[in-house]
């Protein structure tokens, strides 16, 4: 999001995204911990490569932009509280 549409959001509107965003970057997290932790477990079992080893380091990325989104959206929130 640019930082124009950033500045067009209210305050309530901006802390309302980080909540949501949080709880996203949480359950995100955990359904790529889950994931790892199966795709280990499927490898033990068959003693053979499975895809769902790779599947956590293919979604980092998707982690990574939301994580980097939050942080500017807390940096607007910031900026404003520290303008009053």
């Known amino acids: 999001m640019d930082k124009d ?9 901006l802390k309302q995204k980080i909540k ?3 709880i996203s970057m949480i359950f995100f997290l955990i359904s790529m911990v889950i994931m790892l932790f199966a795709g280990l477990f499927i490898m033990y ?23 980097n989104s939050r942080k500017k959206y807390i940096a607007e929130l910031h900026s404003r509280e520290d303008n009053k």
Do not use: C, H, Y
């Open 5 to 13: 549409n950033l500045s067009g959001l209210t305050t309530d509107e």
């Open 45 to 67: 079992r068959t003693r053979k490569f499975t895809p769902f080893i790779v599947l956590p380091i293919a979604f980092l990325p998707i982690f990574v932009m939301t994580v």
């Open 20 to 22: 949501f965003q949080t």
